[in-house]
């Protein structure tokens, strides 16, 4: 986890000079790690057919924005790489009308 925490969230040096600033980096670098993990086994456990990291997990779903337009939220077009890897993860984060 150590080394996820300092390659991966490239957390290993601090340049900061309160302890405010630290302590708020160390917050959003350890919430970070958590959600990085907990892709990770999520990963492991539904064993997509090919290796897929949590980045790589997290740059497929980015191409997903929720749009709100005039008091309603839309979901852009989700590509189907993106609906199948999340029907594979089990996760089912998309509204059944996007699925159709």
Same mark, same amino acid.
């Given at each position: 986890?150590?080394? +996820?925490?300092?390659?991966? $969230? ?6 900061? *000079? ?5 302590? %708020? ?27 897929? +990291?949590?980045?790589?997990? $997290? ?6 924005? *929720? ?5 309603? %939220? ?27």
């Amino acid at each position: 986890m150590f080394d +996820t925490y300092k390659t991966v $969230l490239n957390a290993d040096k601090l340049y900061l *000079h309160g302890d405010e600033s630290v302590f %708020g980096h160390v917050l959003v670098a350890f919430l970070s790690l958590y959600i990085h993990c907990e892709l990770e086994q999520l990963l492991k456990k539904a064993k997509p057919n090919h290796m897929i +990291t949590p980045i790589d997990l $997290l740059s497929k779903y980015s191409k997903v924005y *929720h749009l709100e337009m005039g008091g309603r %939220g839309r979901i852009t077009e989700v590509p189907k790489k993106v609906l199948d890897l999340d029907e594979t993860l089990g996760l089912y984060g998309f509204p059944k009308q996007v699925r159709s």
